[in-house]
């Protein structure tokens, strides 16, 4: 998610991406306990959906700071092999990191474009993986034939996406407030962004258009369990850097007005001194003929 205007151009939207990504790293490291908990659910249907199992080979496209990378790590075992992938090199040195903490020596990490993984030198993998990545990709359809490019025949793909804004309040309303404030344009149609991809039947028509076959995509609950709305609030704040880059345009006391907007709405979703916020994920998966 960036900043849009009426004339998009994939070249900056990519230099913004890995700058705010950059930016980020750290703070979406630190709080990798919490997307465990949260993604951990939608992440282990993606690894069974697309079969991932001892011995498999296995590429994450997009992978961050490597939580999911870890997770298909610790299913494939040392007689198997991910390679992690991310346009940020700063956010995949915490995915090396925590690999190697973790005793994980058959993970590798390359810093590459999403949309260029079918460029990528190595043998054929059983399976190709990308949480909350595809969605930022402009040219998807590139994205999703170099993963079909990528895998054995009958491998088997993996994506995990925002479903539509009214089922993600605690994303969609701080974005409606930003958009308000700093009197930005919706994304056009096509374009990337976190609800890109919400719709099952667009998520499923790109798999389709890719090549693939056997699709499915399934909705996944995923609330965002917090302490507090300033809890989510401050979790928002350290890690979406793209909610800076949507306010950038607004003064100090502005982008404080609208900080101070969005803790007080996302109140709404406080129950019983907890903050749960409303997350749908969809979970997509499909065939290499």
Known sequence: MNTMTNTFDPAAFKATTRR???DAAEAWNRWG????R???PSTVLMLDRVGATTGSRVLDVAAGAGSQTIAAARRVGPSGYVLATDLSARILDHARANAELAGFG????????????????AEPFDAVISRVGLIYFPDQHKALTGMYAQLRPGGRVGAITYAEADRNGFFSVPVGIIRRRAALPAPQPGQPGPFSLGDPDV??????EAGFCDIEVERVAAPLRLGSALQCLQFEQESFGALHQM?????????????DEIEDRLRQFERNGRFEGP??????????R
């Open 20 to 22: 705010q990504w950059d």
């Open 33 to 36: 306990a919490l997307l465990d």
């Open 38 to 40: 949260w993604l951990g």
């Open 106 to 121: 058959h993970v590798e990490t390359r810093v590459v474009d999403g949309e260029d993984a079918g460029a990528i030198e």
């Open 203 to 208: 998520l499923a028509s790109r798999l389709l």
């Open 247 to 259: 306010l950038s345009s607004l003064g100090e006391a502005e982008q404080d007005a609208a900080w």
């Open 279 to 288: 997350c749908e994920m969809l979970v997509a998966s499909g065939t290499r």
